[in-house]
């Protein structure tokens, strides 16, 4: 308890699954979380379970694909609590099926990189203003084993490789001012969003060649798993560690 004493935490997509979590667990931790996504009732009941466990929480509704609600979020969180120590960036979308680089479908490319690789970023550039004012704070951006293996539709991997690119860019670019930034990158994780994908739209030779390269009898990260070690890079204990993307699948792609 109390290893994010008085710390204000900003968590996009805190509306459910690893966000959600992620709130819950840092609200415990005695951070202010500031949980932002797209939909106001998941939000409201996110914020709800927060409050009635003794938490400090203030949810805002934006869509981080454009960047004046990255902008408007941000600068909500500043107002509220005077500063912004922590930017969880776990906002993020699958496409629909694992579409391969010759598939892949042009809708798809642009939601996917608005969302996942922009809006990552329209939060990082936000965020590190504030950031360096205080000449602190931690940004763990949540990518996926997909950015690192190259294990998912094209559009999907494409997005977090970006996001694995721009941690490191940014670590380097603000290393030694008291900004740290690093990323997650988990294997399948149990979350309503995974869970509402349909098998019969699932690219069977891309499914076939991902299987080549992971264990299937290895189990899936829960969203409390993944929060656990947002929690470890977002707090001071993990002070000295910059520009690291950690694979967290249980061995699954060893």
Request: charged share 20%; glycine share 10%.
């Amino acid at each position: 308890m109390g290893r994010l004493q008085d710390k204000v935490a900003i968590i996009t997509g805190g509306n459910s699954g690893v966000g959600a979590a992620t709130a819950l667990l840092f609200a415990k931790e005695g951070a202010k979380v500031v949980i932002t996504a797209r939909r106001q009732p998941q939000l409201d009941e996110v914020a709800a379970k927060i409050r009635e466990a003794g938490g400090e929480v203030l949810p805002v509704v934006s869509d981080i694909s454009k960047k004046g609600d990255a902008d408007a979020v941000v600068a909500k969180a500043v107002e509220a609590y005077g500063k912004v120590d922590i930017l969880v960036n776990n906002a993020g979308v699958l496409e629909e099926g694992l579409k391969p680089i010759d598939r892949v479908n042009d809708d798809d490319l642009d939601r996917i990189l608005d969302i996942n690789t922009k809006g990552t970023m329209y939060c990082m550039r936000a965020a590190t203003v504030e950031m360096s004012k205080a000449g602190k704070g931690s940004i763990v951006n949540v990518a996926s084993v997909a950015g690192v293996m190259g294990c998912g539709g094209a559009a999907y991997v494409s997005s977090k490789a970006a996001i694995i690119g721009v941690t490191k860019h940014t670590a380097l670019r603000f290393a030694g001012t008291g900004i740290r930034c690093n990323a997650v990158c988990p294997g399948t994780i149990v979350t309503p969003m995974v869970a509402s994908m349909n098998p019969a739209n699932l690219d069977a030779d891309m499914f076939g060649q991902m299987a080549k390269h992971s264990d299937l009898k290895v189990p899936p990260c829960m969203p409390e798993d993944v929060a656990n070690i947002l929690l470890f890079l977002a707090s001071d204990e993990s002070r000295a560690i910059t520009g690291q993307a950690l694979v967290t699948d249980f061995g699954g792609t060893l």
